[in-house]
């Protein structure tokens, strides 16, 4: 291990006049040239290309663009976690700061693990123009193999107008600022033909996010079956690390309305009594993922321990798992009580270069 350390750096930084033979290809995002003799493999979410030769190996992959988290650091900590910690124990862990190539942030970081008795150097290298990330992955035996994936980087193109031709994200960005919503519809069972059917009653929750780090969380349940309006609502801060949200309430309350007189499902009645509702800090895991089938952005939070904000799952099967849409801010469904108002929120974000060549000197890869 202290041998692939001492002289990993140097023959990362320097690429020597070697001649390499590539062959251009396209994949996702990216244009690259890719060397030959290597064997291709596509597979679901990724391109990669492996060598063996004796006892040494290398595999270069490269992962399908992803929704970015809105921060290089961040994107970087979760594919980190995801594609290189993910049941391996790492040494030697490097990473480099961020650095800016053409309208985009690139990070990488290194580490050493073992496999089969040997030991295998790791380099990720993640770019973010912090609506979109793509993330680039070499694991190696022996340093020579590295010229390759330097060679393979400085190639590089990043092509961000084609994530708007195929998988149609929010044009926002994937920043959480704004409004995610989970509304359901109440049901008393099914008809002969397997559809719902629904009564007038809903279950409504909210998250207003807010840019100055704050945030107003409401819901509201409307049923049927109760004489009485459930309205819940907490005020905080959130705050993001890697891929865990964090939310600390600093205010909220639960409330029993009585109906509106004239039995519509809009409008209140007279505050009955309050509820059990006590605010909680909780940190969640979550991910930012576009479904091609609504064409629309969902924020995932999942929490081994369910809060009372939560107040259940968000369907079957998904137990201890939340998924909330995005939705324009004049568009919330939730009608206050009386004397609640909610602040407002900014949602401003400036575009990013949608193309950009990696240059070879932008990537300054750490040694293990």
Not at 222 to 233: A, N, Q, R
Not at 246 to 260: E, F, I, N, R, V
Not at 306 to 335: C, E, F, K, M
Request: charged share 20%.
């Amino acid at each position: 291990m202290r041998a692939i350390k001492s002289h990993l750096l140097a023959c990362l930084l320097f690429v020597t006049a070697t001649a390499f033979a590539f062959e251009k290809q396209v994949y996702d995002i990216a244009s690259f040239e890719s060397p030959t003799d290597w064997t291709q493999q596509k597979g679901e979410g990724f391109l990669s290309y492996s060598k063996t030769e004796g006892d040494n190996w290398c595999q270069i992959a490269i992962y399908q663009h992803r929704t970015s988290v809105g921060d290089i650091q961040a994107d970087f900590a979760k594919d980190w976690k995801d594609l290189v910690e993910n049941s391996k124990t790492i040494s030697n862990e490097e990473k480099t700061k961020p650095e800016s190539a053409g309208g985009w942030k690139v990070m990488s970081g290194s580490g050493v693990w073992q496999y089969k008795g040997a030991n295998v150097a790791t380099i990720l290298t993640v770019y973010s123009n912090s609506k979109i990330c793509l993330s680039v992955l070499c694991n190696a035996t022996t340093l020579s193999y590295f010229k390759d994936y330097q060679a393979l980087l400085a190639s590089m193109t990043l092509d961000a107008s084609k994530v708007t031709s195929t998988s149609s994200p929010d044009p926002k960005g994937v920043s959480l600022v704004g409004l995610w919503d989970d509304y359901i519809n109440e049901s008393n069972g099914t008809s002969t033909n397997g559809s719902p059917q629904l009564t007038a009653g809903y279950f409504r929750r909210e998250y207003l996010f807010k840019a100055d780090g704050t945030y107003v969380f409401r819901a509201k349940d409307w049923s049927v079956y109760t004489k009485d309006i459930l309205f819940l609502y907490e005020t905080g801060t959130w705050k993001i690390v890697g891929d865990q949200l964090t939310l600390t309430p600093k205010s909220g309350k639960g409330q029993w309305w009585g109906k509106a007189a004239s039995g519509s499902t809009k409008g209140w009645g007279s505050l009955d009594k309050a509820s059990e509702y006590k605010p909680q800090t909780v940190t969640y895991s979550f991910e930012v993922k576009y479904r091609d089938d609504v064409k629309e952005n969902f924020l995932v939070l999942y929490n081994s321990n369910r809060t009372p904000r939560d107040r259940g799952t968000s369907g079957p099967g998904h137990v201890n798992r939340w998924a909330y849409r995005s939705r324009p801010i004049d568009q919330s469904l939730i009608d206050n009580p009386p004397g609640f108002k909610v602040p407002t929120a900014s949602t401003s974000s400036s575009e990013g270069t949608t193309e950009a060549k990696i240059a070879e000197k932008s990537v300054k890869l750490p040694g293990l």
